[in-house]
């Protein structure tokens, strides 16, 4: 069982910028990550995925403005999340996942972006 606790959400400003971490109970060494966020009233979406190796993918509308990182030490992985708009406001959660080993969700961060 992996316990997930994602943080570093919070109201930021239109244009600024967050680092969102979600630190995981165990090694995920060998799982893939993903981050997914939900906005009020929507379906949840995919944000970006890491895999186990470190290849990283983004959704279409995703790319330029968030990274994902990882660090296997600290069993943490990273969203950097640049250029804030409203649109980003969102639960931005963390699941972690690995063919045959089940997948685990975070309980979510919030992101308000206002002025």
């Known amino acids: 069982q992996v316990q997930l606790v994602e943080s570093g959400g919070g109201l930021v400003q239109p244009g600024g910028s967050l680092r969102l971490s979600c630190a995981a109970s165990?090694?995920?060494?060998?799982?893939?990550v993903d981050w997914y966020r939900q906005a009020p009233g929507k379906q949840r979406e995919l944000v970006a995925t890491?895999?186990?190796?470190?290849?990283?993918y983004y959704a279409r509308s995703m790319k330029g403005r968030f990274t994902i990182s990882r660090d296997n030490a600290k069993n943490t992985v990273y969203l950097q999340v640049n250029s804030l708009k409203p649109e980003d406001t969102a639960v931005y959660y963390c699941?972690?996942?690995?063919?045959?080993?089940?997948?685990?969700w975070g309980q979510g961060t919030q992101v308000t972006v206002s002025s």
């Open positions: 890491i895999s186990n190796g470190g290849g990283t």
């Open positions: 165990g090694s995920i060494f060998s799982f893939s």
């Open positions: 699941h972690v996942w690995r063919i045959g080993a089940g997948d685990y």
